[in-house]
Nanobody
Framework: QVQLVESGGTLVQAGGSLRLSCAAS????????IGWFRQASGQEREFVAT????????YYADSVKGRFTISRDNAKNTVYLQMNSLKPEDTAVYYC?????????????????WGQGTQVTVSS
């Protein structure tokens, strides 16, 4: 069974840091791009960051550039999102997703598998 499981979301104060994890089971992440997206209450899902498995290239939304870092651990079949200097506007449910074309796109439609999400709440 193909699954992506996010973890690491919690309540944190503004200026703090969190690291989210996205663990894959039922398949290996080889040849997949992995993206992080987020959805705040009442808003549409938006792109946060993505990493190409084949090239290792990373791309970020302007709103998180310089604060968030996406990385991968091949041995653990896991992708991470390190989030620093968190702001209240980063509050959202964070989802990871896998794209088997390895396009590393910002468009959610390219992603085939999605996790259930993990809540990040940043208090002011």
């Amino acid at each position: 069974q193909v699954q992506l499981v996010e973890s690491g979301g919690t309540l944190v104060q503004a200026g703090g840091s969190l690291r989210l994890s996205c663990a894959a089971s039922g398949f290996t992440l080889d040849d997949y791009a992995i993206g992080w997206f987020r959805q705040a209450s009442g808003q549409e899902r938006e792109f946060v960051a993505t990493i190409s498995w084949s090239s290792g290239n990373t791309y970020y939304a302007d709103s998180v550039k310089g604060r968030f870092t996406i990385s991968r651990d091949n041995a653990k079949n896991t992708v991470y999102l390190q989030m620093n200097s968190l702001k209240p506007e980063d509050t959202a449910v964070y989802y990871c997703a896998a794209d088997d074309f390895d396009l590393a796109s910002a468009a959610p439609a390219w992603y085939d598998y999605w996790g259930q999400g993990t809540q990040v709440t940043v208090s002011s």
